[in-house]
């Protein structure tokens, strides 16, 4: 704009002083300085969440069956962590003991599934979200929704993969316990409030959009860390650190502090998740707040442990099918409150204009009802 005052005609000096009075009021407003810095500090949360979910976006069949196969291991798992869950609560512990050793059990469970590069579909929507809204500045509108659309599909085959495998493997753990032991992972009581728990007609929904804020808080705290860990300068700490050089080695050195760096996310998102759904139930009882957590896969590994224990009499009773679609209904509240809220904060550190957002919307909207057969 300083340039173009040198062209005579190009700004009209009034409204120039004008921007220029405008925002030197701005710099003098706390608002405007809290603003500023959330939205820049938001900028190197996203940027941090944008690379992790670079990984999560399948675009050819290739893309995709990777995806599923990552999925279809992390449900595997999941069926472990879901064993080990039913095991947790049948400890006599108080609820406090029963939090911590479960959230220990999340914890584990969700760094294996980041050693083993396996996926577990609901942390996928609050990365791809910040992928997704660090391409709209850059990108036009039409390889912006062909990105949704890779998207949308990405966390359905995720989902389908996680789902697809959590079912067989809580069967065959429930059954090999119910061999060795004598009786199944659930008595008859436990189950039917456990189905109870999961039904549709109750807190579910509330429960899985409140599941989904904490996927979300995960993803933040991830980023925050990953930042916090590079303004240190932490790899460059270790790097240098002599008493490591001495030990180890340079090369290996080296080496250790590029891992540190790559998964410092992964850890912190894995370990504030696992920490936040095995807690959150436990202080929300002390505060006597209505809140607990409902995940799509774990539930999933719940209903199927439950079914064991009622027989296959209970698959006709729509107590069973009610708990089905609640669980539909955690599915799609996990995914689309953790992403509405990434993709939020995404669009604000990016700074999109509403009007931006709205085009890209109503052109997503199109094209899907055009041609709804681009999902598959």
């Given amino acids: 704009?300083?340039?173009?005052?040198?062209?005579?005609?190009?700004?009209?000096?009034?409204?120039?002083?004008?921007?220029?009075?405008?925002?030197?009021?701005?710099?003098?407003?706390?608002?405007?300085?809290?603003?500023?810095?959330?939205?820049?500090?938001?900028?190197?949360?996203?940027?941090?969440?944008?690379?992790?979910?670079?990984?999560?976006?399948?675009?050819?069949?290739?893309?995709?069956?990777?995806?599923?196969?990552?999925?279809?291991?992390?449900?595997?798992l999941t069926g472990l962590t879901t064993f080990f869950k039913i095991l947790i609560y049948s400890i006599p512990a108080s609820p406090f003991w029963a939090g911590i050793i479960n959230s220990m059990n999340y914890c584990f469970s969700f760094l294996g599934l980041q050693a083993l590069g396996l996926t577990l579909a609901t942390k996928q929507p609050a990365m791809t979200a910040a992928t997704l809204a660090g391409k709209m500045r850059s990108t036009d509108n039409s390889?912006?929704?062909?990105?949704?659309?890779?998207?949308?599909?990405?966390?359905?085959?995720?989902?389908?993969?996680?789902?697809?495998?959590?079912?067989?493997?809580?069967?065959?753990?429930?059954?090999?316990?119910?061999?060795?032991?004598?009786?199944?992972?659930?008595?008859?009581?436990?189950?039917?409030?456990?189905?109870?728990?999961?039904?549709?007609?109750?807190?579910?929904?509330?429960?899985?959009?409140?599941?989904?804020?904490?996927?979300?808080?995960?993803?933040?705290?991830?980023?925050?860390?990953?930042?916090?860990?590079?303004?240190?300068?932490?790899?460059?700490?270790?790097?240098?650190?002599?008493?490591?050089?001495?030990?180890?080695?340079?090369?290996?050195?080296?080496?250790?502090?590029?891992?540190?760096?790559?998964?410092s996310a992964g850890w912190a998102a894995n370990l504030s998740l696992g920490l936040m759904l095995g807690m959150s139930p436990v202080f929300a009882k002390f505060l006597g707040l209505p809140f607990d957590v409902r995940h799509v896969t774990l539930s999933t590994g719940s209903l199927t442990a439950a079914t064991l224990t009622l027989g296959l009499d209970f698959f006709q009773t729509w107590d069973f099918w009610n708990a089905v679609l609640g669980i539909a209904s955690m599915g799609f509240l996990n995914i689309l409150v953790s992403f509405s809220l990434a993709m939020a904060v995404a669009l604000k550190s990016q700074k999109i204009s509403p009007a931006k957002r709205k085009a890209i919307i109503k052109s997503i909207i199109i094209k899907i009802l055009k041609n709804p057969r681009k999902l598959n």
């Fill in 143 to 263: 390889e912006i929704v062909e990105e949704v659309i890779h998207l949308i599909r990405s966390q359905t085959i995720a989902v389908f993969g996680n789902l697809s495998a959590v079912i067989p493997a809580v069967i065959l753990v429930g059954l090999a316990f119910a061999g060795a032991s004598g009786d199944f992972l659930m008595t008859p009581e436990k189950a039917l409030k456990s189905v109870h728990d999961i039904s549709l007609l109750g807190m579910t929904p509330i429960y899985a959009a409140f599941t989904g804020v904490l996927l979300f808080a995960s993803s933040v705290f991830a980023g925050w860390f990953h930042n916090w860990m590079l303004e240190r300068k932490l790899p460059q700490a270790l790097q240098q650190n002599r008493t490591l050089i001495f030990t180890f080695g340079k090369p290996w050195v080296i080496d250790f502090s590029g891992f540190v760096k790559r998964n």
């Fill in 1 to 76: 704009m300083l340039l173009d005052l040198l062209k005579p005609g190009k700004i009209d000096i009034q409204s120039f002083v004008a921007l220029l009075a405008d925002l030197n009021y701005q710099s003098r407003q706390i608002k405007s300085l809290f603003g500023d810095n959330t939205r820049l500090l938001a900028r190197k949360i996203i940027e941090s969440s944008a690379h992790t979910g670079e990984h999560y976006l399948a675009r050819n069949f290739s893309e995709r069956w990777d995806l599923f196969k990552s999925a279809f291991g992390g449900g595997a």
